[in-house]
């Protein structure tokens, strides 16, 4: 008898609908499994990309119960959700060939030890492959839209990510609905000379009930004076977009006029500005 494992996997940050979702993937490996009454011992579901090796420690959790033996088979939605780089593909068509691992189940094929390996290797390739090529596009994009003032990091506080309503393959930044305005307030009791970031930051939070934006926006914790220090030094509230170093004008609304922004700079190189002047 043979002792499968269900691998589900969608990458940390794929924001796309290309690849199916965690539980559709869990839900077809299950209606696999009980097609062919399969004895399913574990499941492992990974959010996490695979492009780098050994960067996913639930995948890594499944091989080692490979090799010691407690699992010989693995269900999964397709080759390219276990592996995307070489050194990977290579390690998992060598547990085939040895006979550890016994069988791959996919909705497209099955791999099984003694079969011919090349269609396992091909698809590993193929699918490094296209993690290559994927890179390098969001690198040439990424290019593309600095160079005409869009921002292709995630938006600084006061300001949330959200997808082109006519291109959802397009990011564009717009001024959070809870955020913009307090946060303009933050540079308010900036600019007049009185306040400290770690007074402004504790009015923030303590009276204002200021939480920060987290990764993609889902932050709910309250605002650090770092945190404040790099909003107040950042040139994209003045309405520019940097980045390697470079900067340009942006697309977006600043919150900030440039001499506003320049005011600020003065205010916090300052070495008195650690002392409240009120």
Request: charged share 25%.
């Amino acid at each position: 008898m043979l002792y499968y494992a269900i691998y589900c996997r969608k990458s940390d940050d794929d924001r796309s609908v290309t690849e199916k979702s965690i539980g559709e993937q869990l839900e077809a490996s299950h209606a696999e499994a009980a097609r062919h009454a399969l004895v399913v011992s574990r499941t492992w579901e990974e959010s996490k990309t695979a492009r780098f090796p050994s960067k996913r420690p639930l995948y890594k959790e499944m091989v080692n119960a490979i090799e010691a033996g407690e699992i010989q088979g693995i269900i999964c939605w397709s080759i390219n959700r276990l592996v995307r780089n070489m050194e990977e593909g290579g390690k998992l068509s060598q547990l085939l060939i040895d006979g550890p691992l016994r069988e791959i189940r996919t909705q497209s094929g099955i791999y099984r030890t003694g079969d011919n390996i090349m269609p396992l290797v091909i698809e590993a390739a193929t699918a490094t492959q296209f993690s290559l090529d994927h890179s390098k596009a969001v690198r040439r994009g990424s290019e593309g839209s600095f160079r005409s003032g869009g921002c292709t990091h995630r938006a600084p506080q006061g300001y949330r990510n959200i997808r082109s309503p006519v291109d959802l393959k397009k990011g564009l930044v717009e001024r959070d609905p809870d955020r913009f305005e307090v946060v303009r307030k933050a540079w308010d009791m900036l600019l007049t000379g009185n306040y400290s970031v770690a007074q402004i930051t504790s009015t923030m939070n303590d009276s204002w009930g200021y939480l920060a934006g987290g990764p993609r926006q889902r932050g709910n914790a309250p605002l650090s004076p770092s945190a404040l220090y790099a909003v107040f030094g950042n040139p994209f509230y003045a309405g520019f977009v940097r980045r390697k170093g470079e900067v340009v004008d942006g697309i977006h609304e600043p919150m900030v006029t440039v001499s506003e922004f320049d005011q600020a700079q003065v205010i916090l190189s300052k070495s008195t500005f650690t002392r409240s002047r009120v």
